[in-house]
């Protein structure tokens, strides 16, 4: 993740957040012409880049989910994880629960760098169309790289692969606390800072930002687990 977050192409638009500022506009699209999706989709060595440095920082985030999450996983049979890289954290999931059949969904250019692990399917696709059906989706450091409208109908496609009367939702993502002085606060801030240097529209979201967000998308229950990392678990339920 240190060798991702300095890479020249990602440190760059860091140096047009004033530009922005005046001028309105996307960093990275100000920095290097479009956004950063579409950089790794056509570029070998940033796309690697990315899938290591997200996969790292996974084994480190993985390791207190499933620790803390355990009564969660134990319920499900199947797990879909959208806009999972390269399979890391659905690896984990099923080596710690052999009972869930996995599935590891993300675009073509990151499948295709895929890890072949027993028990989980890679499958291809795109979230803002279809999404592969499953009892739970998982979500880790997705909706943070969008804006709301967008997370709506991430969130819009995540209900329509699970059954209403058993599907749950599973989010790994920051939840701000404004006034916060713990541990893990201003990590979350910063990451706040590394979405507005790196994405389009994405940022990091307080408790009342992902309420307003779940029920938009027709989630109308949730719950917070707070783990010894700076994410936390979100898990919401489609009735």
Known sequence: ?????????????????????????????????????????????????????????????????????????????????????????????????????GINFDLPHVVLRAQKFEGVDHVEGDMFEAIPHADAVFLKWVLHDWGDEDCVKILKSCRKAMPKKIGKLIIVDAVLKLEGEGLFDDIRFITDLVMIAHSSSGKERSEDEWNKLLKEAGFPRYNIIEISAWPSIIEAYPQ
């Open 1 to 101: 993740m240190f060798l991702f977050q300095t890479n020249p192409i990602l440190m760059a638009p860091w140096h047009y957040f004033s530009n922005c500022i005046k001028e309105g506009g996307i960093a990275f699209k100000k920095a290097h012409g479009c956004e950063i999706f579409e950089m790794a989709s056509k570029d070998d060595e940033l796309n690697n880049n990315f899938n290591n440095g997200m996969n790292s920082m996974t084994k480190c985030i993985m390791r207190e989910v499933i620790k803390e999450y355990k009564d969660g996983f134990n319920s499900i049979t199947s797990l879909v994880d959208v806009g999972g890289g390269i399979g890391g954290a659905m690896f984990e999931i099923v080596k710690a629960y052999p009972h869930i059949k």
